[in-house]
């Protein structure tokens, strides 16, 4: 029995609670209406509250202020808000937002901006903020004139003195941090763009630099300044600061993902699109065209066409930058959604997301700066390679002839100029043609390979040495003179005949014929390579592998050494 009795209690009470806890269901705090548009009550009337009966409630809490004719708004309290509370009202969302508002008993309207003469400096742009210094009592009534060019749903609420300085403190260090960070990635992109004569880096500097003027104006930081605020105000300020920023990013996206010469057709599309980009910018600097922004806003639903098409065929080709791309913006594409999602009344609106945009687009630009360094070093890596191939033969890895060419004349001329001595070695493999023809051609391959690194072996880091043609190669020797020259090429030899090269179990005894000569006053490289050229056939005349420097200064009589 006992134990039904506490059953019985139990329920009894779960029940009370329920009860009490629907019956104390939230009524909202404040009713917020419009008043129907057409009705044409003055403003004394309405403040009078003849119009009362024509104002239609807002079922949300989230009231669109739309259009730059004034709206009428009444907001309604549904409960006490004593004196002591310092309480406030607060309208979120106040970007390009202006209001009038009549607490009871005004007179004379409060007047709030997010910037110009009606901005309340005294707050953070986080909201409008509207003292009630005498509370507000059940009943009461506050009348607000609203006119907007965004539309952004604005949030009514009473809030005590406090949560309003928590918040705008919060605000303040967000604000700060998100523009601060933004600022320092748009100075380092543009610090690497100057470093390393990069164009790209100075397009992302101006898309991110321009992001930052935009938010500093839309959150109402360069209040601060009275010369910014008239600029900012000025109307041209914000059709320039996004053309600027549309197409410092059109030319961006081109250069980091190499679009000119991988996707040419697209490219000519994007180019023709900066050019009425720049066209717009060069009109809007000194007047607002009405056609502007219709032109403005077709040729950047091309580019993005474009660019999308671009991006989607550089995923498809693995393209490395692309990856990069979608990796920098898929945050910020994440809560830009989120932010449409909450203005089309798809989503709640989150208060974050005010926060959450900017600080993606700083973190967007902080990953396109590390995708255009990746990107250099993969150019820079490419370059060196193509270079490296220009200037080293295939087979085996020495200066081809022309690099050797220049290496010998800059050579040659650093020894005219300092007085050194420099020489030359010409060399060739003995009866090489036979070694093709009873081993084959990839067995003398690999012969013209093994005596090349064994000669390389032999030289100073200082030293030229190339192939000259077929089995022929040349040495630069700065600083030897004629006697230290034969020497070395005496060395050279003994590294080259020395042993013989193994080649898939075959052993070939190989020698080399070589001439060397020293560079005279005065003598032109042609005329050195000629003199070595012919000590080198001398060499061979007088029975190959051996060394012949040319001791005259006559190219015709060579000297054996
Ligand atoms: N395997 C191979 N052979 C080459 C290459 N370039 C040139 N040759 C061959 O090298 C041979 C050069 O022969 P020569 O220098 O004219 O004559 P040699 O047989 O070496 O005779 P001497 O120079 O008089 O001792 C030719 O048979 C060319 O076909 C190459 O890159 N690889």
Redesign the pocket.
Known sequence: MDRFVRRAMHIVCLLLVTLTTVGAAPVPALEVSFLAPGTGFTAERILAGEAAEHFESVPSADVVIMGKEPQWLRVVAHRDYPQQLAPNLVMTQPYRKAIEVWRPGDHVPLRRATYGADADLNHSTLFHVIPLPNGLRRGDVIYLRAKAVDVRPSRFTIESAAYVHRMDMTFGRARTFVLTSLSIVAVLALGFGVSLRQRGYAYLALTLAAQAVTLAIEGGEVRESSWLVSVAQDHRTNILLNTIATLASVRFLMFFLSIPPLQPRIAKVLNACSIVFLALIAVSTVHVWYASAMIGNVTLLVAIVSVFKAILHALHMRQREAFFLLLAWTPLMIVAAIRVGGLQGWLPIFDWVEFALPFTMTVGGLGLLFGMTDKLRQLRRENETARHRATHDG?TGVLTRSALDDAMQAAAEAAHATGRPLSVVFF??????????DNG?????E??RIVALRTLNRLRPFDVFGRY????MLVGLPGATLDEAVLIAEHVRGAVSGSPISIDGRRLEIGI?MGVAQLREGETLGALLRRADIALYQS?AQG?GRVTGCYLETPTQPFTA
């Open positions: 087979l060739d493999i003995d009866h090489f043609k036979r070694v093709n023809d051609h990839a067995t003398g391959d012969v013209l043609g077929g089995d022929e014929s061979k190959r």
